[in-house]
């Protein structure tokens, strides 16, 4: 039988003191659209219905510019970022006059200690913020990257390794936000994935029902997401059963 491989979820830890500078894409082509000035909502799911006493954060990508998303990554993480002076003096003065409002503030001003991130690489580069999980970092919030497809679902040893980190934190009260692109889809999807970890009772449509009560309707966006929320626990189960087994065969 072949040896287990644990599968790939990347950990930032928080950076050092002597780490200064961080390089914000500010492309002046888009600089002239309009760019959303209001707060990144954060929603916080009560896990209180699966008898723990914290909340669960989600949200949407921060600074993301595109379509019609037009976002500022240094408007949502400005306060913090150039009260420590990570931004050039020409970015400073810029930011300054039109920042409204703090992501990374909000985040520090909420207790968060861990940042879950479900974009790609290659997806913050779309979307314009290529340097968030440095920008994370920098600001003393442990990441844990763990990418998968926008609109699919995590492969199942991938979901259970991030559902272990996820109990992890709770279990040392650290309290956490989950992202995606829209915090709808990829997110909800492991909010729920948490849920029905947590608790034995806890069916997939009441998942779902909940994650779309904090999140919109629009939380589980396709139908391969609702699909793998319904056969999640009998998986779950065969796996972790099947882990259980695997020392006990090679033994024999």
């Known amino acids: 039988m072949a040896d287990y491989v644990k ?13 200064r500078r961080i390089v914000f894409d500010s492309s002046s082509d888009e600089d002239v659209e309009e760019e ?16 723990y006493s914290q909340y669960l954060g989600i949200c949407a990508l921060p600074g993301c510019r595109y379509r019609d998303v037009r976002r500022s990554l ?11 002076s990570f931004l050039s003096h020409e970015l400073l003065r810029s930011d300054m006059k039109a920042a409204v409002f703090n992501f990374l503030y909000e985040l520090k001003n909420q207790g968060v200690q861990d940042v879950f991130v479900f974009c790609t ?3 913050l580069s ?30 199942l040893e991938q979901c259970c390794q991030i559902l272990t980190e996820l109990q992890v ?15 709808l889809g990829r997110s909800a999807l492991i909010a729920a994935c948490l849920l029905l970890h947590l608790s034995v009772t806890m069916t997939a449509d009441k998942a779902i029902e909940i994650l779309r ?11 391969k997401q609702y699909n793998f929320l319904h056969e999640f626990q009998e998986k779950y189960t065969a796996y972790t059963e099947s882990r259980e087994a695997a020392p006990e065969r090679s033994v024999s």
Request: with cysteine; aromatic share 8%.
């Open 7 to 19: 599968p790939t979820l990347t950990l930032l830890s928080p950076a050092s003191e002597d780490m």
């Open 36 to 51: 959303q000035l209001t707060p990144l909502h954060i929603s916080w799911l009560p896990l209180s219905i699966v008898e």
């Open 213 to 223: 009560e904090h999140r919109g309707v629009g939380a589980i966006q396709t139908v």
């Open 74 to 84: 240094q408007k949502d993480v400005g306060k913090a970022v150039f009260e420590e």
């Open 121 to 123: 690489r290659g997806e």
């Open 169 to 183: 934190c709770l279990e040392r009260n650290r309290k956490m936000v989950v992202h995606c692109y829209g915090g």
């Open 126 to 155: 779309k979307y314009r913020v290529p340097s968030l999980l440095e920008v994370y970092d920098q600001h003393g919030f442990t990441v844990h990257h763990a990418p998968f497809p926008d609109g699919d679902v995590p492969e």
